[in-house]
């Protein structure tokens, strides 16, 4: 953490806070990219409630933050608070997942968006957690260091999940998702594997969100409506269904695309910046409707290039 806390002093002498903002929501959404990806992409499910799992990772972590403060200092917080956030929404997902995993297609997309309308609307009418007014003060960091951290546990997620989709366990995923009466009667236990799926993916989304309540300082429950969880799909589809790597790429492109064509509305007057976000989707969708990268991951283009030399 002092490393990281040194990294974060010097590159904050060369970035200003605008550019800072940027590169923690590209982290945030790398995190929320590449951990529904473990159930869109390689398990073949469809989950349409990824910003509920955000949701209770955040204000858990703000509850916690507001109320119990183990070190002086915000950042040696930031591990313990993202952990327990992350746990909180596992188990909400384990309570999502159990009923809700039996069923396939859109089916199981309309009870996780459901779900996701449910924490909402329960977080608008909980006076302890600020109802519609959200919570404000949350204890934490403002600084580069907050956005260091967010790449800290993006790359962490990133690593573990290929880990994990590359073991024994996460060929099981694979199979579920290419045919799950075939896994069946291979003597897969489909409903475990894909709730152990679902239960992991909703524990990096909590991740998420307690990252996310550190840095901005405040919570509100608008924060997390349906078109997150839109926006999260939208960045697992654009990157590759299936990839880790077009999971990353999805996100930065997602998040980039709009602040990047910000300079029109200076230049015509008109906003049209949300237009041209919403045509460059459709064109990719069109001409590339598999994902920029496909299933593909990086290690192919490396292969690719070896085998050329």
Partial sequence: MHVLTVVATLADLGLNAYLQQILFYIAI??????????VNGFCGQFSLGHAGFMAVGAY????????????????????????????????????????????????????????????????????????????????????FAACVHAFFWAGATVLLLWRLVHSSYGRAFM???????????????????????????????????????????????????????VDVVIMVVLGGMGSLTGSVVGA??????????RPLQEWTGVDLRMVIYSLTLILLMILRPEGLLGSKEWTWFWRKRAARS
């Fill in 252 to 261: 930065i492109l997602v998040t980039i695309l709009p602040e990047a064509l």
């Fill in 60 to 143: 858990t972590s703000a509850l916690l933050s507001l109320n119990f403060q183990p070190f002086s200092q915000p950042h040696f917080a930031f591990p313990i608070y993202a952990v327990f956030g992350g746990l909180c929404a596992a188990v909400a997902g384990f309570m999502v997942g159990m009923p809700s995993l039996r069923l396939r297609g859109d089916y199981l997309a309309i009870v996780t968006l459901g779900f996701g309308e449910i924490i909402r609307v329960t977080l608008l009418n909980l006076d302890i957690v600020g109802g519609a007014r959200g919570l404000y003060g949350i204890p934490g960091a403002t600084d």
């Fill in 175 to 229: 199979s579920v998702r290419e045919d799950e009466i075939a896994s069946q009667c291979m003597g897969i236990n489909t409903t475990r594997v894909k709730v152990a799926a679902f239960v992991i993916s909703s524990f990096f989304a909590g991740t998420a969100g307690a990252i996310f309540a550190q840095t901005t300082n405040s919570l509100n429950p608008a924060s997390f409506q349906f078109l997150k969880s």
């Fill in 29 to 38: 959404n790398i995190i929320l990219a590449a951990s529904l990806n473990l």
